[in-house]
């Protein structure tokens, strides 16, 4: 089954405790991408990739980190979580180009105390 | 700057209703794509439909169609004879061709089907 999945789906931590939430999909795609969603904010771009060891900014990077060392994979890492990263968090796998549907991960819920 | 505007932020209609859910939006390239997506409770997300800049012909997919029209920048959605199962947070998205694959997202509408 094609599909984009993401561990842990649930997780509560402390603050500046290092965490890494994980991102596989099986579709072959270039294109990754990390969202976080809060309410009355929609989804907003934190980091993405083009391909494998190619990964740029998006909207909201502060505080996060990603790498793609592998095509399927697409980790997002929080060196030193804080409160304000309370989210919930999606990956996003896609074929290169605009036009392309995205396909999102189930989300990971992330609270920070 | 690509942006999207969903300005209902929550809807109630009562079951069997028509309801229309606005998005209007921003961009200065002139190819683009247009994004529908649905988050159910459950909390995923479900890809609806796309549509490009260049099609604007509307869309039909059972109770759901789409009606895009450059001339407003809208791109809006309309579900007819509503059901319970139809409540979620719809969202609407921008991408632009030269922009990558970002999708730029809408803040959301929540639609709440009753009974």
């Known amino acids: 089954e094609a599909q984009v999945t993401q561990n842990p789906r649930y997780l509560i931590t402390v603050t500046g405790k290092k965490l890494t939430v994980t991102c596989s999909q099986n579709?072959?795609?270039?294109?990754m991408s990390w969202y976080r969603q809060d309410p009355g904010l929609g989804l907003r771009q934190i980091y993405y990739?083009?391909?494998?060891?190619?990964?740029d900014k998006g909207d909201v990077p502060e505080g996060y980190k990603v790498s793609r060392k592998e095509k399927r994979n697409f980790p997002l890492i929080l060196e030193s979580p804080s409160p304000n990263q309370t989210s919930l968090y999606f990956c996003a796998s896609s074929y290169r180009g605009a036009r392309n549907e995205q396909f999102f991960g189930p989300g990971t819920r992330l609270t920070v105390l | 700057a690509q942006k999207v505007t969903q300005a209902q932020t929550e809807i109630s209609v009562v079951e069997k209703e028509d309801v229309t859910l606005d998005c209007v939006y921003e961009?200065?390239?002139?190819?683009?794509?247009l994004f529908w997506y649905k988050q159910p409770p459950s909390g995923e997300l479900v890809f609806l439909i796309r549509r490009n800049s260049f099609d604007e012909q509307n869309e039909i997919s059972g109770r759901y169609s789409w009606n895009f029209q450059k001339s407003t920048s809208s791109f809006n959605f309309t579900i007819t004879a509503s059901q319970v199962v139809d409540s979620a947070v719809y969202f609407c998205?921008?991408?632009?061709?030269?922009?990558?694959?970002?999708?730029?997202f809408g803040t959301g509408t929540q639609l709440k089907v009753e009974l």
């Open positions: 961009t200065r390239d002139t190819t683009y794509y």
């Open positions: 998205a921008l991408s632009e061709t030269g922009g990558g694959n970002k999708l730029t």
């Open positions: 990739s083009m391909n494998v060891e190619v990964t």
């Open positions: 579709m072959n795609h270039e294109y």
